[in-house]
C-alpha cells in the first residue's frame, strides 16, 4: 500500500493543498474550521509527515550541542573526529553542530559549561558529565527549558537525560573480570584498579561489575583500594609503578583513561612477572600495548557508532519523536594482541 501524501489529506478534508501546507506548518491564516478538517483528514488517511521537508519550507534547522570532557584524551579525539564526519555528511539536512568541552571530572565547570548552553537556540545537547547532584539539576533546568538531552558514553541519573547513548558499562566491568581471572595460571593475590573518577557513572558501574565477579568467581584474588588517575596519563603512571614496587600484582584493570601512562609503567616495570592487564578503548597506546605484549585485553566501544547512533536519536528528538531506551545500546568489542590491526 502507498504511503498517504499531503494529496490524499487535501482530498479527505476538502480543502486546497496550500489550505494544508498552511495548517501542517503552522503558518495561520486558516479558518478554524478548516484546520479541524486538515487534522481529522490527517488521522483518517495517517499520513505521516516528513519532517524535514518541513523544517526546509519554514527555513529551520537542527541546532546540536556535544559538551565533552576537556584535555583531548585519545578517546575524547576519536569522538570529536566522528562528530567532525557525521556533521559533514548531515550538512545538507541543515544540521548544525557546536562540540563543546569542560575541564574533565570537575563538576563546577560542567555546570559552568551546561548554563552556557542556550535553549532558545538548542534542540539537543549530547553530554559527557559527571553522575552528580549539581550537574544533574542543572540537566533537569535545561530539559525543562525544551532541550532534548542525551547521555554520551557515561550515563547520568534518568532525571537529567532523555536517553542514553553507549555500551552497558556494569556488563563491561563483568567482562574485565571474567578475562582478567581466566588469564591468571592461578588466581590467587593483589589486583590493582585504576579509575578516572568514580563521580563518573561509566566507571563507577564499571568498578560494580568487575568487583561481582571477581568475588564470585575468583576469591584468591584482592582487589586493592581504588585510585583515581583522573585519565592524566604521568598520574595513571606514577599510580601503577608504585604499586608494581611494592608488591607483586596479578592484575591491573584500568577503568578510564591515560592509558598511555600505563604503557610506560608496564614497559619500565623491573620485573619477571607481568600482572594480567585489561583495559577500555582501543586507542592507540592500547594497539601498541597488545603487540608488544604488555597488555592482555581491551574492551572497546566504537565511538564512531556511537556518534552515528546519537546523532539519529538527536534528530528524532529535535522533531518532537521519543527514543526507546534500547535504541542508545552500543555493543562492546574485545580486542586481544591476534586481533588488534
Do not use: W
Amino acid at each position: 500500500m502507498d504511503r498517504p501524501t499531503i494529496h490524499d489529506v487535501a482530498r479527505e478534508a476538502r480543502v486546497s493543498l496550500a489550505t494544508v501546507d498552511r495548517v501542517l506548518n503552522e503558518r495561520g491564516g486558516v479558518a478554524a474550521k478548516s484546520i479541524e478538517k486538515v487534522h481529522q483528514a490527517v488521522k483518517i488517511t495517517g499520513y505521516v509527515r516528513d519532517q524535514f521537508a518541513a523544517n526546509l519550507s519554514r527555513g529551520r534547522g537542527y541546532q546540536f550541542v556535544f559538551l565533552l570532557p576537556a584535555g583531548q584524551s585519545s578517546f575524547v579525539r576519536s569522538l570529536i573526529a566522528a562528530i567532525d564526519q557525521e556533521s559533514s555528511r548531515h550538512r545538507k539536512d541543515r544540521i548544525n553542530i557546536d562540540v563543546r568541552s569542560s575541564k574533565t571530572f570537575d563538576p563546577a565547570a560542567q555546570v559552568a559549561a551546561l548554563r552556557r548552553i542556550d535553549p532558545e537556540t538548542t534542540d539537543c545537547a549530547a553530554v559527557m558529565v559527571s553522575d552528580v547532584p549539581e550537574v544533574r539539576r542543572e540537566l533537569t533546568k535545561l530539559r525543562d527549558a525544551g532541550v532534548r538531552i542525551l547521555s554520551l558514553v557515561s550515563d547520568v541519573a534518568p532525571s537529567g537525560r532523555d536517553i542514553y547513548v553507549g555500551a552497558d558499562n556494569e556488563v563491561a566491568g563483568r567482562m574485565a573480570g571474567s578475562f582478567m581471572g581466566r588469564f591468571m595460571r592461578n588466581p590467587v593475590g593483589p589486583v590493582l584498579v585504576i579509575a578516572g573518577s568514580l563521580a563518573a557513572r561509566d566507571h563507577a558501574q564499571r568498578l560494580l561489575g568487575f568487583r561481582q565477579v571477581i568475588a564470585s568467581d575468583f576469591p584468591g584474588l584482592t582487589v586493592l583500594p581504588v585510585t583515581e588517575g583522573f585519565d592524566d596519563a604521568s598520574r595513571v603512571a606514577a599510580i601503577a609503578q608504585q604499586a608494581m614496587t611494592d608488591a607483586p600484582l596479578m592484575g591491573i584493570y584500568a577503568i578510564g583513561a591515560g592509558n598511555a601512562g600505563l604503557l610506560r609503567a608496564m614497559r619500565d616495570v623491573n620485573s619477571a612477572f607481568r600482572p594480567v592487564t585489561v583495559l577500555h578503548e582501543l586507542t592507540d597506546s592500547a594497539r601498541q600495548g597488545l603487540r608488544s605484549d604488555l597488555f592482555d585485553l581491551v574492551i572497546d566501544q566504537d565511538p564512531a557508532r556511537a556518534v552515528t547512533r546519537a546523532m539519529s536519536i538527536m534528530r528524532d528528538l529535535a522533531d518532537g519523536g521519543t527514543a526507546d531506551a534500547g535504541r542508545g545500546d552500543i555493543p562492546l568489542n574485545i580486542f586481544i594482541k591476534e586481533n588488534v590491526q
